[in-house]
C-alpha cells in the first residue's frame, strides 16, 4: 500500500496549488480519502475529507471556501486545490485513506498515510 502526495511547493500569499495523491496496492475507489496538514510545532489537523464516489466532501472551517478536495477513480488520485493561500496555511500536507463508503474527519480512524508534501506560503 503506497499513497504519494505531490505538488507542494513555495507560494506567495494569495496564490494557488494542487496537491496530488496518488494510490497503489489497494482498491481506491473502496477508500475515503482525506487531507490534513501539520504546521511546525503543532498538530496534524483536518483540512478536508471525499467519500469513496466524490459525491460528499467536508471541509475544516479555516480552508471553507478556498480548497476543493475531488477525486478521479480512474487514475487513482485525490486532489486538493488550494487558492486565496494564506500564510497560516504554510504547513506538511498529508493524504490518508480508509475503508468506507462515508466522509470520515476523524484522524485516528484512517487506515494508510503518505509521505505528506510541504507547502509555504511566503512572501
Known amino acids: 500500500v503506497q499513497l504519494q502526495a505531490c505538488g507542494g511547493g513555495l507560494v506567495q500569499p494569495g496564490g494557488c496549488l494542487r496537491l496530488?495523491?496518488?494510490?497503489?496496492?489497494?482498491?481506491?475507489?473502496?477508500?475515503?480519502m482525506i487531507w490534513v496538514r501539520q504546521a511546525p510545532g503543532k498538530e496534524r489537523e483536518f483540512v478536508a475529507a471525499?467519500?469513496?464516489?466524490?459525491?460528499?466532501?467536508y471541509y475544516a472551517d479555516s480552508v471553507k471556501g478556498r480548497f476543493t478536495i475531488s477525486r478521479d477513480n480512474a487514475k487513482d488520485t485525490v486532489y486538493l486545490q488550494m487558492i486565496s493561500l494564506k500564510p497560516e496555511d504554510t504547513a506538511v500536507y498529508y493524504c490518508?485513506?480508509?475503508?468506507?463508503?462515508?466522509?470520515?474527519?476523524?484522524?485516528?480512524?484512517?487506515?494508510?498515510w503518505g509521505q505528506g508534501t510541504e507547502v509555504t506560503v511566503s512572501s
Open positions: 471525499i467519500n469513496w464516489s466524490g459525491g460528499a466532501t
Open positions: 490518508a485513506a480508509k475503508l468506507t463508503n462515508v466522509v470520515v474527519t476523524t484522524l485516528r480512524l484512517y487506515d494508510y
Open positions: 496530488s495523491c496518488v494510490a497503489s496496492g489497494f482498491t481506491f475507489s473502496w477508500f475515503a
